[in-house]
């Protein structure tokens, strides 16, 4: 689950990560009161961000500077209600709901920092780069010298000296590298405390007078750790989820829509994984991952036809059930029903596989509903394809 900006700031300042001040608006009245305010404690530099779930937010207009509380509002009303598009959001963009009225901060240099699981090592690793402001996949390709990396062994913790190695691989010396230090411990402990799998500072800057603040925060949440966290799970903005995925997800569903035109409907990641690259070489593209779960009843099949439906460019599905846990016939009893229900108007070819696959394919070529069934995963491939006019 990725949390806005100005939400990643606030777990930040919990764990003493020093964060400009910043008030998050959903209207332009609310940003220039928030701006109003921080005039009064002394700010004279302000910054208007759009809170959206992607970067690239400035290169696509949605950061701005204001000298003014007039400009804040000229930023404001420009900003809010806007599609942003970035390299992250695709051409369609993102509208932007709320916008962070933060404190300017003069700076002298950036730096990124992250921290993030090492899935080879087992470990967490955390990466410092004096290279911030940028892409860090684009400091990794171009100049992976330039990432400083510290791996944590879960059994001993983060330790003081891992602090202090990358604060000394970013070039810090006095007052400086000691708040360096202390934000490195606190991004750290942000992440183990809220079950992340991303965190990130970027860019983590030092002022001219020396200080070291973290202007741009990024978390991601790991969503099977969420049961542990039911205050975090309250951050959730369906508005920046495609309204399909959650649809799904109140339906025990896992579903990420793809750019082609074959639906797959499968039960298991990994037999989703395989089914979308057999259909990828038998000329096919999926225009989905969807996984339904062991059970794979009637209902979450008949919520599963109807999302994949809602596709407008899928031309055919696909259903590749393995009958483990629930048995092959069940499953076809419930495909059955299901496309009754749906009236799936595109070609439908269904592989079962498992406990009772003889009796599934049976039933399933003595409906009385139009579908194509098959034994072999690249048999339903191929009559995926030849019902697309496709040749493989």
Not at 344 to 369: C, F, H, M, W
Request: glycine share 8%.
């Amino acid at each position: 689950m990725k949390l806005h900006e100005y939400q990643a700031k606030d777990l930040l300042r919990a764990h003493d990560v020093d964060v400009p001040p910043g008030t998050v608006a959903e209207t332009v009245d609310e940003a220039v009161e928030a701006a109003q305010e921080m005039k009064q404690g002394g700010a004279e530099l302000f910054v208007v961000k759009a809170q959206i779930h992607a970067g690239g937010r400035g290169k696509g207009g949605g950061v701005k500077l204001a000298e003014s509380i007039e400009e804040v509002r000229e930023h404001a009303e420009a900003i809010l209600g806007m599609d942003l598009v970035t390299h992250q959001t695709g051409p369609e963009g993102q509208k932007v709901r709320k916008i962070l009225v933060t404190e300017g901060v003069d700076i002298a240099q950036e730096y990124y920092l992250g921290v993030t699981l090492d899935r080879e090592e087992s470990m967490n690793v955390i990466m410092v780069s004096t290279e911030g402001g940028v892409d860090i996949e684009t400091v990794a390709e171009e100049s992976p010298e330039k990432i400083e990396k510290v791996w944590v062994d879960p059994s001993i913790g983060l330790q003081p000296f891992h602090a202090r190695r990358l604060a000394f691989a970013m070039n810090l010396e006095g007052d400086a590298f000691k708040q360096a230090v202390s934000a490195i411990t606190g991004l750290y402990e942000t992440f183990e405390a809220t079950d992340s799998t991303l965190a990130e500072i970027n860019p983590l800057v030092r002022t001219p007078s020396g200080d070291i603040a973290a202007v741009d925060a990024k978390i991601n949440l790991d969503d099977n750790a969420l049961f542990r966290h039911p205050d975090l799970e309250d951050l959730r903005d369906l508005h920046e989820e495609d309204p399909t995925e959650v649809e799904a997800s109140e339906h025990g569903l896992s579903y990420i829509k793809l750019d082609g035109n074959v639906g797959c409907m499968v039960n298991g990641a990994g037999l989703a994984m395989a089914t979308m690259d057999i259909i990828k070489l038998a000329g096919g593209d999926p225009a989905n991952f969807l996984d339904v779960g062991g059970a794979a009843s009637a209902e979450t099949v008949e919520a599963a036809f109807r999302i994949i439906l809602k596709d407008e460019n899928v031309e055919a599905i696909l259903v590749n059930i393995f009958g483990g846990i629930v048995r092959c016939d069940r499953v076809a009893k419930g495909v059955i029903q299901a496309a009754k229900n749906v009236d799936i108007d595109v070609p439908l070819i269904v592989r079962l596989q498992g406990t009772n696959a003889e009796e599934g394919k049976r039933l399933l070529d003595e409906s009385d509903v139009t579908i194509e069934s098959a034994v072999l995963l690249k048999e339903a491939a191929d009559k995926v394809t030849q019902a697309l006019g496709v040749r493989a």
